[in-house]
T-cell receptor, first 118, second 113 residues
Framework: GAVVSQHPSRVICKSGTSVKIECRSL??????MFWYRQFPKQSLMLMAT?????????EQGVEKDKFLINHASLTLSTLTVTSAHPEDSSFYIC??????????????FGSGTRLTVV | GQNIDQPTEMTATEGAIVQINCTYQ??????LFWYQQHAGEAPTFLSY????GLEEKGRFSSFLSRSKGYSYLLLKELQMKDSASYLC??????????????FGGGTRVLVKP
């Protein structure tokens, strides 16, 4: 079945530094990638949607200059948290969709990245 | 926009049945998903409804009424491992919206012995 590999699973970084999170689709072409953020005991909040080769579409309230999304290939999308601050500490999850909507009705989730900014 | 409501927490006894309700008001609708999520892990797909009615899958069943903007997830023969958060998510109609999933706040289910 469809698999999305997300790395790193956990990262601790210093305030002011940048962190890159990668999501790779291993056996399908991810034409669309959704990036979510989840704070403790809360649900998934969509941050942005990216289509391969296009600029990402950000949800209202999400700073596009702070959360840089690159989706340059059909198998790799990255989220870079720039100038991270403690309030950016969260669980970040990607979800990939291919043109045919394979996987569990078209949405294959990565395993998530726990970001802690100290 | 999308507005999706589900209870925050529920407690049930091992072996019992629990029903988690989800109501939604959305600007577009193209299916409703239920996911299970254990703490610190990614969501796991449970069910998908796009037409009215009941979908049964082993111990889990999901129901949808589009006219009422209502769904429920039914968990039967509860096991301790079913203690988790259950997320209701609505898919929009695509196009400019991009087939996005909007999640409800999640329902934490605690199964007690």
């Amino acid at each position: 079945g469809a698999v999305v590999s997300q790395h790193p699973s956990r990262v601790i970084c210093k305030s002011g530094t940048s962190v890159k999170i990668e999501c790779r689709s291993l056996d399908f072409q991810a034409t669309t990638m959704f990036w979510y953020r989840q704070f403790p005991k809360q649900s998934l909040m969509l941050m942005a949607t990216s289509n391969e080769g296009s600029k990402a579409t950000y949800e209202q309230g999400v700073e596009k200059d702070k959360f840089l999304i690159n989706h340059a290939s059909l198998t790799l999308s990255t989220l870079t948290v720039t100038s991270a601050h403690p309030e950016d500490s969260s669980f970040y999850i990607c979800s990939a969709r291919d043109r045919l909507g394979q996987g569990t009705y078209g949405y294959t989730f990565g395993s998530g990245t726990r970001l802690t900014v100290v | 926009g999308q507005n999706i409501d589900q209870p925050t927490e529920m407690t049930a006894t091992e072996g019992a049945i629990v029903q988690i309700n989800c109501t939604y008001q959305t600007s577009g609708f193209n299916g409703l998903f239920w996911y299970q999520q254990h703490a610190g892990e990614a969501p796991t797909f449970l069910s998908y409804n796009v037409l009215d009615g009941l979908e049964e899958k082993g111990r889990f069943s999901s129901f949808l009424s589009r006219s009422k903007g209502y769904s429920y997830l039914l968990l039967k023969e509860l096991q301790m491992k079913d203690s988790a958060s259950y997320l209701c998510a609505v898919r929009d109609e695509g196009g400019a919206a991009g087939n996005k999933l909007t999640f409800g706040g999640g329902t934490r289910v605690l199964v007690k012995p």
